[in-house]
């Protein structure tokens, strides 16, 4: 869905404001929504549906947020897109939490993206010329509108990786050749960029087609 | 603690996230009830929630980073294995994990400066720089990287010739990107311990240089 959260190429938010010295949470509330969100990760379905939950919060909203009011804002939709509270056995206490270990774990191992099955044949090379294809699709999706329609270059495989449009949505991983695609400052913001700059982006295969002559 | 926040008032309307107490009584009060909910449904445990929040404010952070630039810059070798494959260097070191499943490493030299962002929300390579700064998850980052990085980077001090090829990668999938910032001049006599201590943040996000605070 094109929303305000695919920002990449807008011009009208200001400077960049770093605050000396940040501290990691600006108050303690933010810890325990950050402590939240990573533990119970695993009842909320895969990552890719979560992002989807941010990008449908309003566009007022989600500008007008905070970082963590917004985590904050997805935590308590997927608790009532889940139904949890109606769930007898969760009502009654009797679910089973994620233990400490298990969590450290999780962190440690992190869960990758990268996937045996599904495509692992990659339709295009390093040094192939492709074009994002011009898609809107409805639901989630990690293809900036930015890049569609323009022509890039295949710089990297990346391998076989989850595609984010199916899963965000249930629909199965569908796994396909994942590619890190470079683009021309000039081809996708016009003559005034300059000329020798690069803009490098993952897209799924499902994202691209041959670019001809 | 309310008040602390709030000593640098932003002069941006889009970074103005300032709280009155009355709306971050509210917000803790979400969070409390959140919190309450899931703990009492038996889906997380207090504990847990401790633990997490102890691993990301105090155990992952730049430091880990900062090892692995210090490490390549002393060892050719090593240096080559991390721009072949960066999630295994990495480990190596002993880091990994969630958000660096899948590690590349960028190098910056006299002709090419790399830049990292995530446009579409703020994706960012937790084990080796712990979690981002706001400034790089807010709109004014995200948007203006894209389409005019040289603009942002001069906001952070850093000017480049027009010969030198600025390369914006935006990390739309579940790759990870860290720089590998330029050695310091005047540093040939420093260990890797010494080297470490050079490498901040921004240097390896690409807003920065090593050696600068």
Request: charged letters at 30%; glycine letters at 8%.
């Amino acid at each position: 869905m094109n929303s305000v959260h695919d920002m990449g190429g807008m011009t009208c938010f200001g400077p960049v404001e770093p605050e000396g010295d940040e501290p990691v949470f600006h108050d303690e509330w933010e810890r325990r929504v950050l402590a939240l969100t990573i533990a119970t990760s695993g009842l909320f379905g895969p990552l890719d549906k979560r992002r989807h939950v941010l990008e449908k919060l309003d566009p007022l909203e989600y500008l007008s947020c905070t970082y963590y009011e917004r985590w904050l804002g997805r935590l308590e939709r997927s608790v009532e897109q889940e139904g949890l509270a109606g769930k007898a056995e969760v009502a009654q206490g009797l679910g089973t939490p994620i233990s400490t270990g298990t969590l450290e774990s999780v962190i440690r191992e992190g869960r990758p993206a990268s996937r045996t099955t599904g495509r692992q044949e990659a339709r295009f090379s390093v040094g192939d010329r492709v074009r994002a294809r011009k898609l809107n699709p409805p639901g989630h999706t990690r293809l900036v509108q930015y890049v569609r329609g323009r022509s890039g270059v295949i710089a990297r495989l990346h391998g076989t990786h989850s595609f984010p449009d199916t899963t965000a949505h249930d629909e199965g991983e569908n796994p396909q050749p994942l590619y890190s695609v470079r683009f021309t400052a000039q081809k996708l913001w016009g003559p005034a960029a300059p000329a020798g700059d690069q803009l490098f982006i993952d897209l799924w295969e499902d994202y691209l087609e041959p670019q001809h002559g | 603690m309310a008040d602390q926040r709030h000593h640098e008032a932003s002069h941006n309307p889009y970074l103005e996230k300032r709280r009155t107490e009355v709306e971050t009584s509210a917000l803790e009060e979400r969070v409390r009830r959140l919190e309450e909910a899931l703990t009492s449904w038996g889906l997380v445990s207090k504990e847990t929630l401790d633990r997490v929040v102890e691993i990301y404010e105090n155990d992952l952070g730049p430091l880990n980073g900062a090892k692995v630039i210090a490490r390549a810059w002393v060892d050719e070798s090593y240096r080559k294995r991390l721009l072949e494959d960066a999630t295994e260097a990495i480990r190596e070191l002993g880091f990994g994990g969630l958000q660096g499943e899948h590690m590349v490493v960028v190098e910056n030299t006299l002709t090419v400066h790399n830049v990292v962002c995530c446009t579409l929300c703020s994706c960012y390579p937790w084990p080796v720089l712990g979690l981002p700064p706001t400034w790089y998850k807010d709109p004014p980052y995200r948007s203006r990287i894209a389409i005019d990085p040289r603009s942002v980077l001069r906001e952070f001090g850093l000017e480049f010739e027009p010969a030198v090829e600025v390369r914006v990668w935006d990390s739309s999938s579940e790759i990870r990107y860290l720089v590998l910032p330029e050695r310091p001049e005047g540093t040939e006599d420093f260990d890797e311990e010494s080297l470490a201590k050079l490498v901040t943040r921004d240097s390896m996000i690409g807003v920065g240089k090593a050696g600068e605070p």
